[in-house]
């Protein structure tokens, strides 16, 4: 918990009965905030966007199924017919992001020229 210099709570016993917290924060109580802030979100962006792992980075099955947005079973499927890259050891399947990205990448669909007019034919 972040201790903040000049608390003060007060209690109004009216019909609504609020009550009103005054804070004073110093710009070091702001830092240390933005540090915990920081310090607790950090873990759960790399979860999602896969940031802050190399690209070497070894993936397991779940991981890959959340890397890909695709079901497990779409990933037990394709290495069965080994039709993605993937390294066995023992009873465990693993996968390289470099190497899952580029699988991905021999697929991927190239855009269309843009259209630049109609040509008459003489």
Same mark, same amino acid.
């Given at each position: 918990?972040?201790?903040?210099?000049?608390?003060?709570?007060?209690?109004?016993?009216?019909?609504?009965?609020?009550?009103?917290?005054?804070?004073?924060?110093?710009?070091?109580?702001?830092? @240390?905030?933005?540090?915990?802030? #920081?310090?607790?979100?950090?873990?759960? /962006?790399? !979860? +999602?966007?896969?940031?802050?792992?190399?690209?070497?980075?070894?993936?397991?099955?779940?991981?890959?199924?959340?890397?890909?947005?695709?079901?497990?079973?779409?990933?037990?499927?394709?290495?069965? @017919?080994?039709?993605?890259?993937? #390294?066995?050891?023992?009873?465990?399947? /693993?996968? !390289? +992001?470099?190497?899952?990205?580029?699988?991905?990448?021999?697929?991927?669909?190239?855009?269309?020229?843009?259209?630049?007019?109609?040509?008459?034919?003489?």
């Amino acid at each position: 918990m972040i201790p903040f210099a000049g608390n003060r709570w007060t209690y109004d016993n009216q019909q609504d009965a609020t009550m009103k917290l005054e804070l004073t924060i110093t710009e070091e109580n702001i830092h @240390q905030i933005a540090d915990a802030i #920081i310090e607790r979100l950090l873990p759960a /962006l790399a !979860r +999602r966007t896969g940031a802050g792992q190399p690209d070497d980075a070894l993936m397991d099955v779940q991981e890959l199924a959340q890397y890909m947005k695709v079901d497990e079973s779409w990933i037990y499927a394709r290495t069965g @017919q080994q039709r993605i890259p993937y #390294i066995k050891k023992g009873k465990y399947l /693993l996968f !390289r +992001r470099s190497e899952i990205d580029k699988w991905l990448q021999q697929d991927a669909v190239k855009p269309l020229a843009p259209f630049t007019g109609i040509r008459k034919c003489s």
